[in-house]
């Protein structure tokens, strides 16, 4: 199974746990952790994400403050992503969900294509794995036209199947150039707000064989902070 970008290229399987024997391959989530209020997210404010059609999309601060994500790699560089539930809820939800549990702990970037995105999330560390569900894929192929973020530079979006759309579990990819080709197509649901630099450092590193990198690239943690706002877990789907 592939699922199809831009341009031409074809991403390696991305499943919701099962890989193509039928095996589960997934990675069961652990205790959920706590996130004090302000913990790393304390003096940032909302800020604007570009649109598919050019203009900017900002949150004011009196309806909620938008959660944002602490992303560690283990040589202890951090990477902050600001998350936008307006457009694609249980995306966030789900990212929420699996971070707080510590899903993402110890993972790898599994796919790295210099000019285009870094993928990670995948607990076989081969493109095949998840957390043994699938959510909503939140984009307008899919019949949610309100998720309108562009894939700009350094916008966080999630990998799926190229059929079904429904198909997204745990792995995600952050652009590191213009990928608007996608748009319409991916749930983007979020943007880094501080590590830009090391994201595209990131995308530079040496690959091998299905674009994985030659050394590993491990994500620490990942944690966020919801900023005293409340999330339910995600609606989660049967991997079809």
């Known amino acids: 199974m592939v ?15 099962r890989t193509e ?12 952790a706590v996130v004090p209020a302000g913990s790393f ?13 050019g ?15 602490k992303l560690v790699l283990s040589d202890g560089q951090e990477i902050l992503l600001e998350l936008y539930p307006e ?9 929420i969900y699996l971070a707080n549990q510590g899903f993402y702990d110890g993972l790898i970037f599994h796919r790295i294509i210099d000019g285009f995105m870094v993928q990670g999330g995948d607990p076989e560390g081969t493109g095949r794995g998840g957390p043994g569900y699938c959510i909503e894929g939140e984009f307008a192929l899919n019949n949610h036209p309100e998720n309108d973020i562009t894939h700009a530079v350094g916008v966080v979006s999630m990998a799926r199947r190229s059929y079904p759309y429904n198909s997204a579990g745990s792995q995600f990819f952050i652009c590191v150039a213009d990928c608007s080709g996608l748009d319409g197509q991916y749930a983007a649901f979020g943007k880094v707000i501080q590590g830009l630099d090391s994201v595209l450092a990131l995308g530079k590193v040496p690959t ?13 943690s990942v944690t966020v902070d919801t900023r005293g706002e409340s999330y339910e877990p995600p609606v989660k789907l049967a991997d079809g």
């Open 21 to 32: 024997s039928g095996a589960t391959a997934t990675k069961e989530p652990q205790k959920t």
């Open 208 to 220: 091998g064989a299905g674009d994985k990198p030659i050394e590993d690239q491990i994500i620490k």
């Open 3 to 17: 699922f199809l970008l831009t341009a031409g290229l074809i991403l390696s399987g991305v499943g919701c746990g």
């Open 87 to 95: 457009k694609a809820p249980q995306t966030v939800a789900n990212f």
């Open 41 to 53: 997210a304390a003096g940032w404010s909302n800020t604007a994400i570009e649109l598919m059609d």
């Open 55 to 69: 203009t900017e999309f900002k949150q004011e601060e009196s309806v909620m403050l938008h959660p944002i994500a």
